[in-house]
């Protein structure tokens, strides 16, 4: 079978570091994206990992271990308008099909 | 250069309609995916369309059905509508270039059936 699991709910604080875990099972296991929601939008684009390793892009991190079938999302120096919905997606088979876990909605408090 | 479009933004319709939606993807991609995201779960994949044919489908009944127009828009249709379709329809565009490319999202289309 196919599963992503992630944490619902998260909270942090403004300017600190937060961690969101993702672990996946899937088949066909090619490579592993995250991105952010906002409440009503669309999801934006934040990070692909498709080897093992950390890949660093500002103020988001995002690190994967395909052995572990692991990965997390490292957001540094909060900000209030980190507050969303973070989605870890599992790139799955030949095509360009995502598996999408059910989301953790990080809240931001001041 | 404009990125993924979605019509319409929102649309209620009653149990038993049926409804179109539809997509234009991203300048220089030819593959189009739809998403359903019900409330507070992640999106749902439905299809993908690709040189006008269904690639891949996910877990959905057949009352979900697609197309996909020569110059790579597509269309979302959904028969005989059940309160439980109510969700964001999203739809992803991307190159057919294999592996590990980025899906752009549209905005989304909020349907509500009553």
């Known amino acids: 079978g196919q599963n992503i699991d992630q944490p619902t709910e998260m909270t942090a604080t403004e300017g600190a570091i937060v961690q969101i875990n993702c672990t996946y099972q899937?088949?066909?296991?090619?490579?592993l994206f995250w991105y952010q929601q906002h409440a009503g939008e669309a999801p934006t684009f934040l990070s692909y990992?498709?080897?093992?390793g950390l890949e660093e892009k500002g103020r988001f991190s995002s690190f994967l271990s395909r052995s572990k079938g692991y990965s997390y999302l490292l957001l540094k120096e909060l900000q209030m308008k980190d507050s969303a919905s973070y989605l870890c997606?599992?790139?799955?088979?030949?095509?360009?099909?995502?598996?999408f876990g059910a989301g953790t909605r990080l809240a931001v408090h001041p | 250069d404009a990125g993924v479009t979605q019509s319409p933004t929102h649309l209620i319709k009653t149990r038993g309609q049926q409804v179109t939606l539809r997509c234009s993807p991203k300048?220089?991609?030819?593959?189009v995916s739809w998403y359903q995201q019900a409330l507070g779960q992640g999106p749902q994949f439905i299809f993908q369309?690709?040189?006008?044919?269904?690639?891949q489908r996910g877990n959905f009944p057949d009352r979900f059905s697609g197309h996909q127009f020569p110059n790579y828009s597509s269309e979302l249709n959904v028969n005989a509508l059940l309160l439980g379709d109510s969700a964001l329809y999203l739809c992803?565009?991307?190159?057919?270039?294999?592996?590990?490319?980025?899906?752009?999202f549209g905005p989304g289309t909020r349907l509500t059936v009553t």
């Open positions: 899937t088949s066909g296991f090619n490579g």
């Open positions: 300048s220089g991609h030819d593959t």
């Open positions: 990992n498709v080897l093992d």
């Open positions: 369309y690709y040189e006008e044919e269904e690639r």
């Open positions: 992803a565009s991307s190159p057919y270039r294999g592996v590990g490319y980025e899906q752009y």
């Open positions: 997606a599992a790139f799955s088979g030949g095509y360009n099909k995502l598996i």
